[in-house]
């Protein structure tokens, strides 16, 4: 999946992650905690939406297929 294309980013979401380099993206895309696999994995099948002004990556764990998040803090 290209960390370029975000088609289940609601637009407030989109904008948050367009903002952030893209370099940036794909470390936070490949650190993701995995509570089930007790490391961190890449995120897929990821959406994103906006909650309490900080950015949640909604996805699956590219290992296991649980489910994961990552909350993106706005500085
Ligand atoms: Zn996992």
Known sequence: MS???FPKFTPPAAKLWA??????RKQLLSNVWCGRCK??????????????NDLL???????????VAR?????
Do not use: W, Y
């Not at 990821?46 to 309490?52: D, L, N, P, T």
């Open 3 to 5: 960390v370029e294309s």
């Open 19 to 24: 903002d952030i380099p893209a370099q940036t």
């Open 39 to 52: 490391h961190s994995v890449t995120i897929k099948n990821f959406s994103g939406v906006v909650r309490a």
């Open 57 to 67: 990556l909604v996805g699956q764990c590219s290992e296991c297929q649980s489910d």
């Open 71 to 75: 909350m993106i803090e706005s500085s």
